[in-house]
C-alpha cells in the first residue's frame, strides 16, 4: 500500500520562504505523477505543482516563479520550494501520487490522483 507523509509546514512573515517534503513508502516512487494540491478553509481543494512521471514539472499560474517542485528518487521524496509566500498561500498542503498515465484529465485534476498524505499546514501573515 502506497503512503505518504509530508513535513516541512510552518508559519512565516509574507516573503519568506518554505520547503515541504512528502516521502513515499509502499511502492516504487518513479512509477507514479506526484503532485501538491493545498485546500485554504472554506475553498475546493486546488493544484499547486506536479511532477510528471518523466520528471517535466508543471504548476499552476500563481505559483510560478516562486514555487519550485522536485524529486530525489533516491529518497522516494518529493519536494516543494516555496519562495515569496504571500498570505493568499495559507492553506493544507497535500502530497499526492498517481499512476503514470491520464485518467482523461491533466496533472492538476485530483481525481488523477490515487493517493495522498495527510497534510502539512502553511500559514502564511501579512
Known amino acids: 500500500q502506497v503512503r505518504l507523509v509530508e513535513s516541512g509546514g510552518g508559519s512565516v512573515q509574507a516573503g519568506g520562504s518554505l520547503s515541504l517534503s512528502c516521502v513515499l513508502s509502499?511502492?516504487?516512487?518513479?512509477?507514479?505523477?506526484m503532485g501538491w494540491f493545498r485546500q485554504a478553509p472554506g475553498n475546493v481543494r486546488e493544484a499547486v505543482a506536479g511532477i510528471q512521471s518523466d520528471g517535466t514539472p508543471r504548476y499552476v499560474d500563481g505559483v510560478k516563479g516562486r514555487f519550485t517542485a522536485s524529486n530525489d528518487n533516491a529518497k522516494n521524496t518529493l519536494y516543494l520550494q516555496m519562495n515569496s509566500l504571500k498570505p493568499e498561500d495559507t492553506a493544507m498542503y497535500y502530497c499526492?501520487?498517481?499512476?503514470?498515465?491520464?485518467?482523461?484529465?491533466?496533472?492538476?485534476?485530483?481525481?488523477?490522483?490515487?493517493?495522498w498524505g495527510q497534510g502539512t499546514q502553511v500559514n502564511v501573515s501579512s
Open positions: 499526492a501520487a498517481g499512476a503514470p498515465w491520464s485518467f482523461g484529465g491533466t496533472w492538476a485534476d485530483s481525481y488523477e490522483y490515487s493517493w
Open positions: 509502499g511502492g516504487s516512487y518513479n512509477s507514479y505523477k
